[in-house]
């Protein structure tokens, strides 16, 4: 251990550092103070209109902490993560301006696509060292969070993990609708295949509450809190709710394969249709969320 420096091993051959703990601290602040505290507590629309575009540059930190530690800074990713943040916001901002009715301006859509090409297609995962590319997702969910709830102030997200008991039964009625098709299309797909072993409850427990917080909700956010729900100002709830599954679903042709995955595409819009369904009724990423959670935890635990 190099002087100065603090760390513990996560796996024998890759120490943790307490700047990446910090760092991951840092990370999650904002995607947990919006999802459990109002942004308005922030006076975000009171601030000067240069800091409010330009607080998110505030990114680069995390980057910056973690790539230190493990000898692999670079200047370039270091401005991207500086400079991303705040085009959005800016960009979002001009949106605000352009689209007050919030019908969905081409902004809103670029920077969906960006977002969402830049997670699928890892574009900045080789910034990060190995096993921790999740703060690249998480880095680019808190710009988005800042950029449409705090810029664009976009209505109807439903961001806002201080759970009901409407989320539950609906999130679980979706469950119950959606697993004993999606389990026997996959197992007629050769996709799913039954496990031997029975995890243990603790498993099964810590494994949801990962799922839920760092894989459905980001991606319910995404899909539903602002890809759905943009949609559905342009073409409707029906053609919002079978275009965001359908995308949803190509989100996951690279996954568990070298080639098109078509039948984890599949398996995936259909899901879709059901997590849609879920954030649609109360409109509140809660709600998919559960959907979600218990899906890939079902699947992973027992059906891959």
């Known amino acids: 251990m190099r002087a100065g420096s603090y760390s513990f091993r996560l796996m024998p051959d890759f120490p943790i550092h307490a700047a990446v703990v910090v760092a991951a601290l840092l990370t999650l602040l904002p995607f947990l103070f919006a999802a459990f505290w109002p942004l308005d507590v922030l006076g975000v629309e009171r601030l000067p209109l240069a800091v409010r575009v330009g607080l998110p540059a505030v990114s680069c930190i995390p980057y910056a902490m973690v790539a230190v530690s493990y000898g692999q800074f ?3 990713w270091f401005a991207l993560y500086l400079l991303l943040p705040v085009a959005i916001s800016w960009l979002l901002h001009r949106a605000s301006v352009a689209d007050p009715a919030q019908r969905g301006d081409w ?4 920077i969906l696509a960006v977002l969402g090409l830049a997670v699928d297609l890892r ?3 080789p910034a990060w060292p ?8 998480m880095l680019l969910v808190d710009a988005g969070i800042y950029g449409f709830l705090a810029i664009r102030r976009l209505e109807g997200v439903g961001f806002d993990l201080r759970l009901r008991l409407a989320d539950l039964r609906i999130g679980l009625r979706e469950l119950v609708f959606y697993a004993p098709i ?20 603790s498993h099964v427990v810590l494994g949801w509450i990962f799922t839920f917080f760092f894989i459905a909700v980001p991606e319910e956010l995404f899909f539903r809190g602002w890809v759905q729900n943009l949609l559905e100002r342009r073409v409707g709830q029906r053609w919002a709710l079978v275009t965001t599954a359908v995308l949803f679903g190509l989100s996951h042709f690279n996954k568990r394969a070298v080639h098109f995955n078509w039948r984890y595409v599949l398996l995936a819009a259909l899901a879709g249709i059901f997590y849609g369904q879920a954030w649609r009724q109360e409109r509140r990423v809660g709600a998919s969320a559960i959907t979600h959670a218990s899906v890939d935890t079902l699947w992973s635990l027992w059906l891959r």
């Open 74 to 76: 670079r200047w370039s």
């Open 107 to 110: 902004r809103d859509f670029l």
């Open 123 to 125: 574009w900045f995962e």
């Open 130 to 137: 190995p096993r921790l590319a999740v703060f690249n997702k």
């Open 182 to 201: 999606g389990i026997l299309l996959g197992l007629l797909l050769g996709f799913l295949h039954f496990h031997a072993a029975i995890p243990t409850v």
